[in-house]
Nanobody, 115 residues
């Protein structure tokens, strides 16, 4: 059974940085597109960034130039490097992939940015 486990969240002051990791069990990682999403209190979950199996990336306008998504196909891990963090980035961050047309989510990791 494939599982996604996020880590790396925490508390940081505005302007600081964090790196999130999403470890994927199983051997399917290198063929899958990975995505990072976030959900702030009272808001809908939104796309942050995606990376294809070939390494093509896509970002939400709100994070482009500040966040970088990457992947390590040997370690079966996707990353989200977050720089110049703002209080508006405060949310639970989730990674996601698609297995047999079904969305598979991790449990999420909290990121809190104080002003």
């Amino acid at each position: 059974q494939v599982q996604l486990v996020e880590s790396g969240g925490g508390w940081v002051q505005a302007g600081g940085s964090l790196r999130l990791s999403c470890a994927v069990s199983g051997s399917i990682f290198r063929s899958k597109e990975m995505g990072w999403y976030r959900q702030a209190p009272g808001k809908q979950r939104e796309l942050v960034a995606t990376i294809t199996s070939f390494g093509t990336t896509n970002y939400a306008d709100s994070v482009r130039g500040r966040f970088t998504i990457s992947r390590h196909n040997i370690k079966n891990t996707a990353y989200l490097q977050m720089n110049s963090l703002e209080p508006g980035d405060t949310a639970v961050y989730y990674c996601k992939t698609v297995i047999n047309f079904n969305d598979l989510w991790g449990q999420g990791t909290q990121v809190t940015v104080s002003s």
